[in-house]
T-cell receptor, first 118, second 110 residues
């Protein structure tokens, strides 16, 4: 299947600093990428939909000024957690949509990034 | 009623058993149905992708979609300990974000 790469796999940062997570589609172009957050033993929670060349669409309750999303190219989207606090510690996962012929779509996920804010 | 319902388990089976996982949904607009496998501390891995109703088979895995009943299933034949993971059903209506079930935790005991 298609490959989505996420970096870094894990990061520890100090409270108050900002952290950037990258999501790359390695072998296909993705006009749409998605960012999720997942707490232990829970399902994925959609944070925002990232569209190449336009502003991201955030889900209700997600602070767009805190979770900055940039999708400047067809293969790269970034999530920046600004002024991180311990409650932002979580598993962040991106996914990218591969649009097939006939309008079909399959969505591939990255390996995820573990963020720990101390 | 939640859009997608999935029994969280846990489900424990002996090695070699046939595993049946399923989800129900309420939105008749859903057309694309996927099953993901997620190992602990890893991102979800796409297992099966089905468009509309029907069956799809890939090795030991079979996905079934019954749109009339709003019911989808994933069968795993000859289950192995390496199949132990959380299985997530997901679906959407096209250019919309996926809607996930809560995931079913599966343990295959050797």
């Amino acid at each position: 299947g298609a490959v989505v790469s996420q970096h870094p796999s894990w990061v520890i940062c100090k409270s108050g600093t900002s952290v950037k997570i990258e999501c790359r589609s390695l072998d296909f172009q993705a006009t749409t990428m998605f960012w999720y957050r997942q707490f232990p033993k829970q399902s994925l929670m959609l944070m925002a939909t990232s569209n190449e060349g336009s502003k991201a669409t955030y889900e209700q309750g997600v602070e767009k000024d805190k979770f900055l999303i940039n999708h400047a190219s067809l293969t790269l989207s970034t999530l920046t957690v600004t002024s991180a606090h311990p409650e932002d510690s979580s598993f962040y996962i991106c996914s990218a949509r591969l649009t097939g012929q006939g309008g079909g779509n399959t969505i591939y996920f990255g390996e995820g990034s573990w963020l720990t804010v101390v | 009623q939640k859009e997608v319902e999935q029994d969280p388990g846990p489900l424990s089976v002996p090695e070699g058993a046939i595993v049946s996982l399923n989800c129900t949904y309420s939105n008749s607009a859903f057309q694309y149905f996927m099953w993901y496998r997620q190992y602990s501390r890893k991102g979800p891995e796409l297992l099966m992708y089905t468009y509309s109703s029907g069956n799809k088979e890939d090795g030991r895995f079979t996905a079934q979609v019954d749109k009339s009943s709003k019911y989808i299933s994933l069968f795993i034949r000859d289950s192995q300990p390496s199949d132990s993971a959380t299985y997530l059903c997901a679906m959407n209506s096209g250019n919309t974000p996926l809607v996930f079930g809560k995931g079913t935790r599966l343990s295959v005991i050797a």
